[in-house]
């Protein structure tokens, strides 16, 4: 059974994130041998003045091959683990949906690109959850990060939002690495260009200090731009910078 999983809202500002939280539970998964879980994912949600966030507004959602467990046993876990590990004064949402349940959803990408872009009430979350079937629940304080959770799962599944949590340890910055290295080292797809130019397998790039892959065509992308006038001769492309890659 695949799944998505999302949680949001789950920090304060001394405590740990809300995508360290998201791997722990994507540990226990594996560790319980419930099943098998993927990369997470973080989907930046608007920040607005209305809506109380911790740093970024951003929330956190993974996939999961689960064959060892029932869906409710699972969110059932998630919810008691949220509310044992998540900080105090957080307003911590759980989403978990099943592939099927969000396959052809026009409505729910619809609803997570608008959180991207307008205050949306924590009712109209609930209220599409319900229409589909999909696991929605709040967990401590206000409850908000409802609305986040389930965002995350329609941006997920869109394949076209987010940047995959963590940096890539592929070589050190300055290092060069082929296309066909990037990808054997790293959870890397295919590297394109900020213009959408697939970059070919034996085509080397220069490694930055930001090494990050970003969810396009539901695909792990490393995004490349030509290097600048001094470096061509090692490289034509490099990995793009922090602040083009936060678009994402």
């Known amino acids: 059974m695949m799944i998505l999983v999302a949680i949001d809202d789950t920090d304060n500002l001394e405590s740990r994130g809300t995508g360290k939280l998201a791997a722990m539970l994507a540990e226990n998964i594996e560790k319980k041998g419930w099943g098998k879980t993927g990369p997470i994912t973080r989907h930046q949600l608007l920040v607005h003045p209305d809506i109380p966030y911790t740093s970024h507004n951003s929330t956190m959602c993974f996939t999961a091959d689960i064959y060892n467990c029932s869906l409710d046993s699972l969110a059932s876990w998630s919810a008691s683990f949220l509310e044992r590990e998540c900080a105090p004064g957080s307003d911590p949402g759980l989403c978990i949906a099943c592939i099927d349940q969000v396959a052809r959803n ?22 599409l959850a319900r229409r589909y079937g999909i696991h929605l629940s709040e967990h401590g304080g206000s409850g908000i990060g409802v609305i986040g959770a389930l965002a995350g799962v329609g ?94």
């Open 106 to 127: 026009q409505e729910l990408i619809d609803y997570a690109y608008r959180a991207k872009e307008e205050v949306i009430p924590k009712e109209e979350a609930y209220a």
């Open 155 to 248: 941006l997920r599944y869109s394949g076209n939002d987010g940047r995959f949590r963590g940096k890539l340890e592929i070589m050190p910055p300055g290092g060069v690495a082929t296309v066909q290295e990037i990808k054997a080292r790293s959870l890397v797809e295919k590297v394109c260009s900020t213009e959408g130019e697939l970059i070919p397998d034996d085509e080397p790039i220069l490694l930055g200090e930001t090494q990050k892959a970003v969810l396009i065509d539901g695909q792990a992308v490393m995004l490349v731009f030509p290097t600048e006038a001094t470096e061509p001769e090692r490289a034509r492309w490099q990995t793009c910078t922090k602040t083009y890659l936060k678009r994402f």
